[in-house]
C-alpha cells in the first residue's frame, strides 16, 4: 500500500471533511476494522491534539466509502502553525496508513 502525502491548510475554528474510499486489488469495497485521523504538534509526540476514529469523527458510509469530519471545536484553540496528521487504518491483521502530511492552521478573523 503506497501512503500519499497531502498538506491541508485550514482556518482555525472551520469545519473540514474528506472522503476516502478502500478497496481491494479486484476492485471490492472493504471494510475497516479500525481508523483513526490523528493530530499532533510533533510526529513523535505521545498526546494527540485531537483524533477521529469509527466511532467518532470517521463514518462509514457504504461500498467501502468513509468520511472524516473534522469539526470547527477540534481546532477553534489551536495556534497558528503546521501540525502533523496521518489516516491509519486497519484490515484484519494489517496496518495502512494512506494518507499523511501537515496540517496548516491558519489565522482566523471572524470569531462568530
Not at 18 to 28: P, R
Not at 42 to 60: A, C, E, M, T, V
Request: charged residues 30%; proline residues 2%.
Amino acid at each position: 500500500m503506497v501512503t500519499t502525502e497531502k498538506n491541508i491548510k485550514l482556518t482555525r475554528g472551520d469545519s473540514y471533511g474528506f472522503n476516502f474510499l478502500i478497496e481491494d486489488t479486484e476492485d471490492q469495497a472493504v471494510e475497516l476494522d479500525a481508523c483513526f485521523f490523528s493530530v499532533k504538534e510533533n510526529p513523535d509526540d505521545d498526546d494527540y491534539i485531537f483524533q477521529k476514529d469509527l466511532s467518532r469523527g470517521i463514518q462509514r458510509l457504504s461500498d467501502g466509502q468513509y468520511y472524516v469530519k473534522v469539526n470547527p471545536a477540534d481546532t477553534e484553540n489551536l495556534q497558528q502553525r503546521c501540525y502533523y496528521y496521518d489516516l491509519e487504518c486497519t484490515i484484519g491483521e494489517n496496518v495502512f496508513t494512506f494518507l499523511k502530511g501537515k496540517l496548516d492552521i491558519k489565522w482566523d478573523v471572524t470569531k462568530e
